[in-house]
Nanobody
Framework: QLQLVESGGGLVQPGGSLRLSCAAS????????IGWFRQAPGKEREGVSC????????NYPDSVKARFSISRDNAKNTVYLQMNSLKPEDTGIYYC????????????????WGQGTQVTVSS
């Protein structure tokens, strides 16, 4: 059974850092694209970053391109999202999702999702 489990969220002050993890089970990550998305209260789910099966990656919102980085450890079957210089507007629930083709910033193109981890950036 395919499963994704996010962890690493929490409360952090503006300017701080967090590293989120997305641990996969029931399949091997190296054949799939894994995306990170976030959803703030009252807003649509937004694509944040994605890593493809070839190891390439993309960050989508201009607001995170210089601050977030995605990586994968195929041996651990885990994808990470390193978030630096966090801002209050980064607050939301962060989800990882899997797709059997290439990366996309659109949530509807992803097939399976984790339960999410809450990130709150506040002083």
């Amino acid at each position: 059974q395919l499963q994704l489990v996010e962890s690493g969220g929490g409360l952090v002050q503006p300017g701080g850092s967090l590293r989120l993890s997305c641990a996969a089970s029931g399949f091997t990550l190296d054949n799939y694209a894994i995306g990170w998305f976030r959803q703030a209260p009252g807003k649509e789910r937004e694509g944040v970053s994605c890593t493809s099966s070839s190891g390439g990656w993309s960050n989508y919102p201009d607001s995170v391109k210089a601050r977030f980085s995605i990586s994968r450890d195929n041996a651990k079957n885990t994808v990470y999202l390193q978030m630096n210089s966090l801002k209050p507007e980064d607050t939301g629930i962060y989800y990882c999702a899997v797709r059997d083709t290439y990366c996309s910033p659109y949530a509807y193109r992803f097939d399976d999702w984790g339960q999410g981890t809450q990130v709150t950036v506040s002083s």
